[in-house]
């Protein structure tokens, strides 16, 4: 499948913003789709995903609460709810699709990423 994230932007500490995955392909609502995002001179690292199966969503620990990932298989898109975001949250986020379905949080895992959006979160 085909990504392009987009919702990135500007936000002051203790905002909000939602990320969107939209995807192009056959299929989609048998994909697990993750998010990672990337800080400056920081390591690639894993926030969020959601498998195939209903309830199949597990969170990196610092944005458990905080952060929400949802899908719609309808309109092929998956979705980032992030509340309460502090400084550290600041990174290139990533969407990224895997046709097996399993909500992996590995990066090496997925096969299809999206191009990247910009959060930064000023304090």
């Known amino acids: 499948v085909q990504l392009q994230a987009s919702g990135g932007g500007l936000v002051q500490t203790g905002g909000s913003l939602r990320l969107s995955c939209a995807a192009s392909?056959?299929?989609?609502?048998?994909?697990?789709v993750g998010w990672f995002r990337r800080a400056p001179g920081k390591e690639r690292e894993f926030v969020a995903v959601t498998g195939w199966r209903v309830g199949g969503t597990v969170y990196q620990d610092s944005v458990k609460g905080r952060f929400t990932i949802s899908r719609d298989n309808t309109q092929n898109m998956v979705y980032l709810q992030m509340n309460s975001l502090k400084p550290e949250d600041t990174a290139v986020y990533y969407c990224a699709a895997d046709s097996a379905g399993i909500p992996y949080t590995s990066g090496w895992r997925y096969d299809d990423w999206g191009q990247g959006t910009q959060v930064t979160v000023s304090s």
């Open positions: 392909g056959r299929n989609f609502s048998r994909y697990a």
